[in-house]
């Protein structure tokens, strides 16, 4: 069974910059979360989704942080602009429902200088 | 590649001891907790899981016990093996609609041969 796919792998971009990362979840899996890890620290969740709705948005910085699962399949999140502070690997993850094992992928590495 | 945390506490122990990585969780009504694993480069990956209705658990080569009354976690790794190097997470989930998963933070577990 394919994985959770997140391209791409690492991003450099300079403050006030935009970026977007894609996540591709597991087949059949109905939920999607997307999480924040800075260096040193266990992954923090920004937002997750049911099919192609939200249910919990609540650490999302929506001043500058969006995202989207079109369909219910795939999903991006953009960061619009960007501060030094949104240094991070951004990781996808995927279940088949909540409550069920989260499937991570390899995540995004994003510097922002 | 980057490693997941620089700054965390670190396990070392030598091939073939045990190892016991502990967690404290912070909320008393989680009702769901999971061991991931963190590899260099990679999201984190499932372990072991551990309802709250249960106080031990084993695996393959690996125990999770629960206590409940001191909030507390802890993972066993039976006959460490250079491969069991990485990051430890614990995580706790109060099960729900949406299920939210909340990291602790992490151990890193250095195998020494």
């Known amino acids: 069974e394919a994985g959770v796919a997140q391209s791409p792998r690492y991003k450099i971009i300079e403050k006030r910059q935009s970026v977007a990362f894609w996540c591709n979840p597991i087949?059949?899996?109905?939920?999607l979360y997307w999480y924040q890890q800075i260096l040193g620290q266990g992954p923090k969740l920004l937002i997750q989704?049911?099919?192609?709705?939200?249910?919990?948005d609540s650490q999302l910085p929506k001043d500058r942080f969006s995202a989207e699962r079109l369909k219910g399949v795939d999903s991006t999140l953009k960061i619009q602009p960007a501060k030094l502070e949104d240094s991070a690997v951004y990781l996808c993850?995927?279940?088949?429902?909540?409550?069920?094992?989260?499937?991570f992928g390899p995540g995004t590495r994003l510097t922002v200088t | 590649g980057e490693s997941v945390g620089l700054h965390l506490p670190t396990l070392s122990v030598q091939e073939g001891d045990n190892s016991i990585i502990n967690c404290a969780y912070s909320n008393s009504a989680s009702d769901y907790f999971i061991w991931y694993k963190q590899e260099s480069g990679k999201g984190p990956q499932f372990i072991i899981d551990?309802?709250?209705?249960?106080d031990k658990r084993q695996g393959q080569r690996v125990t999770v016990l629960l206590n409940k009354t001191v909030k507390h976690l802890s993972l066993q790794i039976a006959a460490t093996q250079p491969g069991d190097s990485a990051v430890y997470f614990c995580a706790e989930m109060l099960t729900g609609t949406a299920s939210k998963l909340t990291f602790g933070t992490g151990t890193r577990l250095q195998v020494t041969l």
């Open positions: 993850a995927s279940s088949l429902a909540p409550s069920y094992e989260q499937y």
């Open positions: 087949s059949g899996h109905a939920t």
């Open positions: 551990i309802r709250s209705n249960m």
């Open positions: 989704f049911q099919n192609n709705g939200v249910v919990d």
